[in-house]
C-alpha cells in the first residue's frame, strides 16, 4: 500500500498555534477547502513549553469598565477573532500576565468549537513543488496544495556567530529551576525579555548574574514596541542599579572558552572603548531569540530571508517574495513592521490574518474587499471616522501599519474599507485612485526618544487642535492621497482617555479638513517643506 496522500487541497496550512487557528477559522467561514497540520498532538504546542517560566507578557484584562467586546479587545491580547462571545480569553483567566497554560487551554477549546479541520502528529520535513506544493511529514503523508500559508511560527534557536557559543546552554532547554543555580556566577547573552525572564529567575539564589549584548536595553514603555524589554521582567535592572552583585555588560561578547566546569568569556566593553576583558562563569545561557525555520524547504521554493535570515521576506500581502502562493501568518508577518508595531503578537496578528484572508478572497474568489458606502459629505466622512477611531482595536494595536481606506468616486459617493495594510493599498489597484484618505492610529514624530515619565518635558493640551500634529500621544491621523502621493494630512488631536469626541477640538477641525480636501484639486499640489518632509517621511515607512 502506498503513502497516504492528500491531493486537491487549495489552502494548506501549516501549524496550529494561535495563527494557524486564526486563519482556519476564516476559511471555514467561508466554506474554502483547507487543512491544518500540527507537529503537536493538539493546538499551541509552541506554548505548551515557551515561555520557559510560563508567565505570558501579552496583557489580560477582563474589567475595563466598558461592555462593548471591540472596544474590550485592546486590552484582551490573547483572545482569537470569532462571533462567539463565550470564546474570549479573559473568560479563562482573570491573571494580568496570564500563565501560559490557560493558553493552551483556551486554543483548544477554540479549534473544538468550530470543528477546525486539523491533521495532528503531522511535522512537516519536506516541501517541494511541481506546480502545486507537496508537503511530506515524517510519517511519509504527503500532501498537495494550490497554496501554501506557514504559520509555524520562529521555531529554532537563533544562534549569533561567537565562538564557542556552542558548549553554553539554550534558553530552550536550561533549567528553570533556582536551586541548581545556588551560589553561581552567570552570564546570560541576550537583552530581550526571554533574557531577563530567565535572569529574574535566578535572582534569589545565583552569586552573580550578568546579562550581556552589544546593543542598548530597549524598553517597551518607551519604544511602544511591546516586544522590547517589559516592566513585568526587568526586577534585575533594580538589582544592578542598587549594586547587588549584579550587572549588565555592554559589548561583544568576543569568546567562550569552556575549563573543565567553568567557562572563561572574553568580553569587549562598549563602554570602555572596546577594552577587552576575561570573565570566568560556572554558567552561560544564550537567551538570543528564534528564527524561522527554513530547512524543511526544497531549493525550488525555498522562500528569501532578511533580518540577519531570521524571518521571510515577504510583499505586502504576506506572500513570499520569490515564491508565488507561498504565505506566512502569525508571528512571521512582523517582517513587514518589525519592532514597530504588532504584528509579531496574537493581538496584532490576528488582525493580520483576517487582512490576508480578505486578501486571498478577493484575489482567488472573487469577493470584493468588505466595505460600506456613504455620501462624500464632510460631515458624514467626519462622523464615520470619529466613530470608528473611538472603538476600534485593529488599528489601535495595529497602530500606523493598519489603516480605514476612504475612497471618494467622481460619482459622490465615497466607499469605506477598514483594515487593511498601509503599503498594500498604496501599492495595489487601491492606490490608483484619484483621490483616497487613510485612516491610521499613530504615535507622534520622536515619540520613543524621550523619557515619558519627565514632567519637564511638554506636552500639548488636549484641546489644542491647531498644535494636535505635534502630539507624540497615540492619536488619529488621516491623510489624503491622489494616486499614490500624499496631498494632505490631519492629526486629531490627542487625548488622555483616548476620547476623540470633542466638538471644537476633534470634530469641527476634521469636519473643515474634509470639506477642505474633498473640494481639492485631484492631483496634489506643490507642498509645503513640512508636508514635503512628511510625505518623504510616509513614502519611507511604507515603501512607496
Known amino acids: ?128 513543488r511541481n506546480g502545486s506544493f507537496q508537503a511530506t511529514d515524517e510519517q511519509g503523508r504527503r500532501y498537495e496544495a494550490k497554496r501554501l500559508i506557514v504559520a509555524s511560527g520562529v521555531s529554532k534557536p537563533y544562534i549569533p556567530p561567537i565562538p564557542g557559543i556552542e558548549t553554553a546552554e539554550l534558553y530552550t532547554g536550561v533549567s528553570v529551576d533556582p536551586r541548581e543555580f545556588v551560589n553561581q556566577r552567570v552570564l546570560i547573552i541576550g537583552k530581550g525579555n526571554s533574557a531577563f525572564e530567565t535572569a529574574d529567575n535566578l535572582i534569589e539564589s545565583a552569586a552573580v548574574i550578568h546579562v550581556a549584548g552589544p546593543s542598548s536595553i530597549h524598553m517597551a514603555w518607551r519604544s511602544h514596541y511591546v516586544g522590547h524589554l517589559r516592566a513585568v521582567n526587568n526586577q534585575l535592572l533594580d538589582t544592578y542599579q542598587l549594586k547587588s552583585q549584579n550587572a549588565l555588560l555592554d559589548g561583544n561578547i568576543e569568546r567562550i572558552e569552556r575549563r573543565d566546569r567553568s567557562y572563561l568569556v572574553t568580553v569587549s ?7 577587552k576583558k576575561d570573565l570566568i562563569y560556572d554558567r552561560v545561557i544564550a537567551c538570543t531569540g528564534f528564527r524561522f525555520d527554513a530547512s524543511i524547504f526544497a531549493d ?51 488582525y493580520c490574518i483576517r487582512a490576508l484572508h480578505r486578501m486571498l478572497e478577493r484575489k482567488f474568489h472573487g469577493r470584493e474587499w468588505p466595505h460600506r458606502r456613504l455620501p462624500a459629505d464632510p460631515n458624514l466622512l467626519m462622523e464615520a471616522v470619529i466613530a470608528r477611531v473611538n472603538r476600534t482595536s485593529a488599528l489601535w494595536q495595529e497602530f500606523g501599519f493598519l489603516c480605514d481606506l476612504i475612497v471618494v468616486g467622481s460619482d459622490g459617493d465615497a466607499r469605506y474599507y477598514e483594515e487593511l495594510p498601509v503599503d498594500y493599498v498604496h501599492e495595489g489597484e487601491f492606490g490608483a485612485a484619484e483621490s483616497y484618505f487613510a485612516l491610521t492610529l499613530e504615535y507622534g514624530p520622536g515619540h520613543d526618544q524621550f523619557d515619558p515619565f519627565d514632567v519637564s518635558v511638554g506636552r500639548i493640551s488636549q484641546s489644542d487642535a491647531e498644535h494636535s500634529g505635534q502630539g507624540r500621544y497615540l492619536h488619529p491621523v488621516v491623510r489624503r492621497f491622489s494616486q499614490r502621493t500624499l496631498a494632505a494630512e490631519h492629526h486629531v488631536t490627542e487625548n488622555l482617555e483616548n476620547d476623540w469626541t470633542g466638538q471644537a477640538a476633534h470634530r469641527d477641525p476634521l469636519r473643515a479638513f474634509f470639506a477642505r480636501e474633498i473640494a481639492a484639486p485631484k492631483r496634489p499640489t506643490r507642498l509645503g517643506f513640512e508636508d514635503e518632509h512628511n510625505a518623504s517621511a510616509l513614502v519611507a515607512r511604507n515603501g512607496v
Open 1 to 128: 500500500m502506498g503513502p497516504d496522500v492528500s491531493t486537491n487541497i487549495d489552502y494548506l496550512v501549516i501549524g496550529a498555534g494561535p495563527a494557524g487557528l486564526q486563519l482556519g477559522y476564516f476559511l471555514e467561514q467561508a466554506g474554502r477547502n483547507y487543512l491544518i497540520l500540527e507537529a503537536g498532538d493538539s493546538p499551541g504546542t509552541f506554548f505548551q513549553t515557551f515561555p520557559r517560566h510560563r508567565r505570558l507578557i501579552s496583557i489580560n484584562k477582563p474589567h475595563t469598565g466598558s461592555d462593548d467586546p471591540e472596544v474590550n479587545l485592546r486590552m484582551d491580547w490573547n483572545s482569537l477573532l470569532s462571533d462567539h462571545p463565550s470564546l474570549r480569553f479573559p473568560l479563562y483567566t482573570e491573571r494580568y500576565f496570564p500563565d501560559a497554560g490557560d493558553l493552551v487551554r483556551y486554543l483548544g477549546d477554540f479549534a473544538s468549537a468550530f470543528g477546525l479541520r486539523i491533521r495532528y502528529q503531522s511535522r512537516i520535513a519536506r516541501i517541494s
Open 300 to 350: 525550488d521554493c525555498g522562500p528569501a530571508l532578511t533580518i540577519r535570515d531570521r524571518f521571510p521576506a515577504q510583499t505586502s500581502e504576506w506572500e513570499s517574495t520569490n515564491v508565488p502562493d507561498l504565505y506566512f501568518a502569525g508571528t512571521l508577518m512582523q517582517t513587514r513592521d518589525y519592532k514597530k508595531s504588532t504584528s509579531g503578537f496574537i493581538h496584532g496578528f490576528r
Open 269 to 275: 566593553f562598549s563602554r570602555a572603548n572596546e577594552v
